[in-house]
């Protein structure tokens, strides 16, 4: 019983999906690993999945990898997701896998000193709206009396907004409500969000209550609205994971593990335990500039033109991975992994030969 990762004995190991579930990988290609490789390995999937730039794709295929008793797993991670409001200013969305683009409820105000202050509700259901200010409300501990500077509550805040959307004056600072009912202010400064945690502070002690009879509802933001996503992530953690399904599949196709000091090196640092060495993959520059589609992942070992790498495309994002002269098969073989989760198998001649020409028409760079 050895871990594939780290080469070590346990007594108990699971089954490790080579290509994330996340992404739409199965276990037709699995290895066996450790719990201290799964917590490493997922925390890099959940970067990936999840935060990356490689999230939007993973959460518009249909693939449901979500925890289904947490409720925020499964979410985009972004550190803003907003979108021009058909009856103005910005709404709040949320990106979830295998749902549609859903709004979240929020209540915005605009504090321009020397002018009327202004606020405004927002959500799809008034039931949301209305939980919010109750939300709001408990934290607040109303019933209770504080003394000056004492700590009535913590708050989470964002001062992350797209700039553009900043420099607009129909963007209002805000307070949301986030998946597993939890609330969180965004403003463009410190000064900006306090001013708004005091307007909803007055809003909330007046006992304004949400009418759901005059509730405008769920207005539908139309498709082909842009939507602004400000992604926040850790580039490696993309790059270890396409260097684990290289390495994984390379070794689930020869059944055989690499024991010689190359694959050593790329194991840790698929593991993520060793950062300083030579970076082993590359990357197709370009990484934001293609769309959303329906074409599987694949995954190419030993092309002719570069015996020794394997290429993986993951979403149309190409990267290139060092195996080293060690791992050279004796002729090229390709996998293709379907992005719903309906399945992974072995490429034809046809895939490898149409695949070899797309490789090599991008341009790979170390970061
Ligand atoms: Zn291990």
Redesign the pocket.
């Given at each position: 019983m050895r871990?594939?990762?780290?080469?070590?004995d346990?007594e108990r190991?699971t089954d490790d999906h080579i290509v994330p579930q996340s992404l739409g990988g199965t276990l037709e290609f699995r290895v066996q690993?450790?719990?201290?490789?799964?917590t490493?390995l997922s925390k890099a999937e959940r970067e990936v999945a999840r935060k990356s730039i490689l999230a939007i794709h993973a959460l518009a295929s249909p693939v449901r990898a979500r925890h289904p008793n947490r409720p925020t797993s499964g979410h985009l991670q972004p550190v803003f997701l907003l979108v021009k409001h058909p009856l103005g200013g910005y709404g709040e969305s949320l990106l979830s896998a295998g749902e549609r683009m859903r709004s979240l409820a929020y209540f915005e105000a605009r504090v321009v000193p020397g002018e009327p202050i202004q606020a405004r509700v927002r959500g799809a259901t008034a039931e949301d709206a209305q939980l919010l200010l109750d939300l709001y409300r408990k934290v607040l501990q109303l019933d209770k009396q504080f003394g000056p500077g004492e700590l009535v509550c913590e708050l989470t805040a964002s001062l992350e907004v797209d700039p553009e959307i900043a420099s607009d004056p129909e963007f209002w600072p805000r307070m949301i409500l986030l998946p597993g009912n939890r609330i969180m202010f965004r403003a463009r400064t410190p000064d900006e969000l306090v001013s708004c945690a005091k307007v909803l502070e007055f809003v909330a002690r007046s006992g304004y209550q949400i009418d759901a009879s005059k509730w405008e509802g769920d207005v539908r933001i139309t498709g082909g609205t842009p939507h602004k996503i400000g992604l926040h992530f850790d580039p490696q953690c993309v790059r270890r994971i396409a260097a684990k399904i290289a390495y994984g599949l390379f070794c689930s196709i020869t059944k055989r593990a690499m024991v010689h000091y190359d694959a050593e090196r790329l194991r840790s640092y698929i593991?993520g335990t060793e950062t300083g060495s030579d970076e082993p993959v590359s990357i197709t520059p370009d990484a934001t500039k293609w769309t959303t589609s329906s074409d599987p992942h694949f995954v190419i070992l030993s092309p002719a033109h570069d015996r020794s790498a394997a290429f993986v495309s993951l979403y149309g994002l190409m990267f290139r991975v060092e195996l080293g002269q060690m791992s050279v098969l004796s002729r090229p073989a390709a996998v293709i992994c379907e992005i719903d989760g309906s399945g992974m198998r072995i490429g034809s001649e046809g895939e490898i030969a149409s695949f070899t020409t797309r490789i090599k028409e991008a341009t790979f760079s170390r970061p």
């Open positions: 871990c594939f990762w780290c080469d070590e346990f190991l690993a450790c719990t201290a490789c799964q490493k593991l």
